[in-house]
């Protein structure tokens, strides 16, 4: 782990931050530090790793989609790593499971972007009163929203903020349930397209 973290850090040598990310990667799996989740966190250093070296603005690139449609490949090419020291194989497949995870993410964020203005232009449509661009923004901030997220994310009163979110809800952009004490609003279109995505 020492070592891993002194990889990491290592700002001095002349490697692709890309390729680093791979050796990062293999090394972080075959440690295999916990008892659970190491899969995961070895997923999540991966997108943090391209934060740090300025890739990325926001971790919003992530290869679990990629590993899982390629687990075999992905599972022998790890083991190569070990056996065969098959390393340009391996850095390869990281490499082109970050061009494929890149193309599938920007897509994604067109048609989330294309959500946001058409959710924009039916609500000011149906709810005239109602609707504000910080509202929507608010909206599409998370998957879900409650009362007191946009009473202080447009400083507006709790009654008022409960009625936007009750009207947004009668006119079908939210659907709620109640969680305990608290009723959480889903935004069913940004859902939709990230679930569609995700098949």
Do not use: C
């Amino acid at each position: 782990m020492s070592n891993l973290e002194k990889y990491l850090n290592d700002d001095y040598d002349a490697v692709d931050p890309l390729v680093k990310l791979a050796v990062i990667h293999y090394q972080s799996e075959s440690i295999h530090p916990f008892y659970d989740g190491n899969g995961r966190t070895g997923r999540i250093i991966n997108v943090l790793y391209l934060v740090l070296k300025e890739l990325l603005d926001s971790p919003i690139l992530y290869l679990s989609k990629y590993i899982i449609r390629n687990k075999t490949a992905y599972y022998r090419l790890l083991q190569e790593v070990r056996t065969k020291d098959g390393w340009e194989a391996w850095v390869l497949f990281i490499l082109d499971g970050i061009e494929q995870t890149a193309e599938e993410t920007l897509l994604l964020v067109k048609r989330i972007n294309a959500v946001v203005d058409k959710t924009a232009e039916d609500m000011k449509e149906a709810l005239p009163r109602v609707y504000s661009k910080e509202l929507v923004e608010l909206l599409f901030y998370e998957f879900y929203t409650k009362t007191t997220y946009i009473e202080t994310g447009l400083s507006v009163s709790r009654k008022t903020a409960a009625s936007y979110l009750a009207s947004l809800e009668d006119a079908g952009f939210l659907t709620s349930q109640k969680i305990g004490k608290e009723r959480i609003y889903l935004n069913k279109r940004l859902f939709e397209v990230v679930q569609e995505a995700g098949n």
